[in-house]
Every structure is written in structure tokens, then in C-alpha cells.
């Protein structure tokens, strides 16, 4: 039987679909307050049976910070994908950044190990990949510290997963790429696809990978069945610069693409009005120095090693952006 983590988010809940389809025993953990209507949701995309695919899933009430909640999880499961995380790039959410990513994964990882499980694979990030000036980065390259909260913790988390594999678990790694996919709209892509269509008048410079979270899960689930263990795989489709990527959101939207950069400077100016509104209406921050240092780097990343590991070929960032909006504007 296969344990899942964090299957109310958008790896999760799609790769919960791919299980399902293919005929897997699955347990799925949920914490308490979690909206489980958002999983019949994204399976409604993909199926016209989504409620008896949704009933097969066997939802355990549990959180990974809660070793007995854990216990009772791990009870006859034979494979897990942990996909659970917290995003934040505000500095302010360190602790449960720290908390859910980096002891939450050690708790997966001590918990598989106790439990003698046969595979493991961890949902990681680029931003948990180091950089260099030689482009593109590859798995190889250098971490370096880094003042992004999140990319800290994930780094940090990738060492429970490496401590882990050090003591004899099964372990792989997968780092993908900003993840395009349908059914959250608050988080991640379908955040910034929410915002398009709010209306932008500016972009950021920046550049990174993307990649479509069916590819994601797909990969995740051949590596597994191939034993491939003790590596870690950057996955990225494209590198785009997110001025093409917000042109075509915009233009699959049927609105105005912005044609102004947003310049770094620009940027701080709108981080201390976002800063004053925060103070003045008692409202979460909507940026960071994190946030506008990521918008502004221009980083290529190399998929090579997954493709010549496993001979995939990944599909266009064009169709996956289409199929999104799409189902954004439905």
C-alpha cells in the first residue's frame, strides 16, 4: 500500500489521481481542517467517475508533525511520496517553515525508516538547488546559504531525506520547476494565473524552469517503479522568462499582456507600500525580498540527467499553460 502526504495540493492531489487510475492501493493524509472538495475538483478535470475514484482513496486524519497521528498512517504501507510542504518567501513564517518542511520530513524519514518501508520519494524544488554562473544549473552545482526562507528549509529538508538514505532507506529526490496545474488557484501558478487576471501592467525580468504537473507525477511514479534510488533529478521542462510566460497566461485569458518591466527599484518601492498597507490593515504581506530577489534572477536549469535516466519527453509548457487557463476561466 502507498502513503501520500501533502494530497491537497497540487502534486499531491494529481499524482492521487495517477495512483487511483492505475489501480494503487493508497492512503492519503489529511490534517484535521483540510478541504477535501478540491481533490473531486481537479479529479472532475481528468474524469467523469471523479466520486468513485475519490472513494477509493482511503483518507487517514493525521499531520507529520504528529508522531501518532504517523504511527497509525504507516501501519501497512509498503512505498510513500511525501508532497506535504509549506510555501512562504516571507521571513516572518521561518518557524513554520522550519517546522513543517524540515521536521516534517525527518518525521517521514525516522517514521519510514522504523517502518522498514521499500520506497520513498520526496517532493523537493529548484529553489533548493544552489546556483552558479555557469549555466544551465544542474544537480551538481553548490548550495549556498541563502536569506529565502523557503529555499532554506527545502535545502534543509533534502538533508533528512539524505540522513535517511545514509541509514538504508530507499530514497529519491525529484527538484522540479514552477509546477503549472489546475485546481489552485491561491497557490503557487494558479496564484500568479489569478493574479494575470486581475490585470498586470508590469513584469518582472526574471527567468526559471517550468514544467506541467502531470509531468511531475509521472516521473515521480517511473522512478519509483524502476528502484531508481540515492539521486536527486531536477525537473523542468522549459526555461522561460516570465515575461513570456505571463504574455501567454494573459493572451489565453483574452487580456492586455503588460509591456512594462518592472525594475528592481520599482520593486522595493512596491515592498514598502506592501509593507505600510500590512501595518495599517493588519493584512499578511504579499511581498518580500525574497519574493522580488527570485523575480529578478535569471536562472536556466538543465534537465539532461532525468531525460537520459529515463528517456522522457516532457510536454510543451504551451499546452499546459492552455489546458490551465482553460479550466481557470471554466
Known amino acids: 500500500m502507498i502513503l501520500v502526504t501533502g494530497g491537497t495540493g497540487l502534486v499531491g492531489c494529481h499524482l492521487l489521481y495517477f495512483l487511483i487510475k492505475n489501480n494503487k492501493k ?53 512505498e510513500v511520496y511525501h508532497c506535504a510542504a509549506f ?15 524540515v521536521e516534517g520530513t525527518a518525521n517521514m524519514v525516522n517514521c519510514s525508516l522504523d517502518n522498514k518501508i521499500e520506497k520513498f520519494c520526496h517532493i523537493s524544488s529548484i529553489a533548493a538547488i544552489g546556483e552558479t554562473k555557469i549555466k544551465p544549473i544542474d544537480e551538481d552545482c553548490e548550495w549556498k546559504e541563502t536569506s529565502n526562507p523557503y529555499s532554506q528549509t527545502k535545502y534543509n529538508a533534502e538533508m533528512e531525506v539524505w ?21 489552485f488557484w491561491k497557490r503557487g501558478s494558479g496564484a500568479i494565473i489569478t493574479q494575470i487576471s486581475r490585470g498586470m501592467k508590469y513584469y518582472p525580468p526574471g527567468k526559471t524552469g517550468f514544467i506541467c504537473v502531470e509531468d511531475v507525477v509521472k516521473i515521480m511514479v517511473e522512478l519509483m517503479n524502476k528502484n531508481i534510488f540515492s539521486e536527486r533529478f531536477i525537473l523542468i521542462s522549459e526555461n522561460w522568462t516570465q515575461k513570456k510566460f505571463i504574455s501567454l497566461v494573459s493572451d489565453h485569458l483574452s487580456l492586455n499582456p503588460p509591456k512594462k518591466r518592472a525594475s528592481k527599484s520599482l520593486m522595493m518601492l512596491a515592498l514598502f507600500l506592501d509593507f505600510s498597507r500590512s501595518l495599517i490593515l493588519n493584512k499578511r504581506r504579499r511581498l518580500s525580498k525574497a519574493i522580488i530577489e527570485s523575480s529578478n534572477s535569471k536562472n536556466e536549469y538543465s534537465n539532461k540527467k532525468i531525460v537520459s535516466k529515463l528517456n522522457y519527453k516532457f510536454k510543451k509548457i504551451e499546452k499546459a499553460i492552455e489546458e490551465t487557463c482553460l479550466n481557470f476561466k471554466n
Open 87 to 101: 510555501i512562504s518567501f516571507d521571513s516572518k513564517d521561518f518557524k513554520s517553515l522550519e517546522k513543517i518542511n
Open 163 to 183: 540522513r535517511g538514505i545514509s541509514e538504508g532507506l530507499n530514497a529519491v529526490i525529484v527538484n522540479p520547476g514552477l509546477i503549472i496545474g489546475s485546481g
Open 26 to 78: 493508497i492512503k492519503a493524509l489529511h490534517r484535521k481542517n483540510s478541504q477535501l472538495d478540491i481533490i473531486k475538483k481537479v479529479f472532475s478535470y481528468h474524469s467523469e467517475n471523479y466520486e468513485e475514484l475519490f472513494e477509493k482513496i482511503n483518507w487517514i486524519e493525521g499531520d507529520i508533525n504528529d508522531l501518532v497521528s504517523l504511527s497509525n498512517a504507516f501501519k501497512d504501507i509498503t
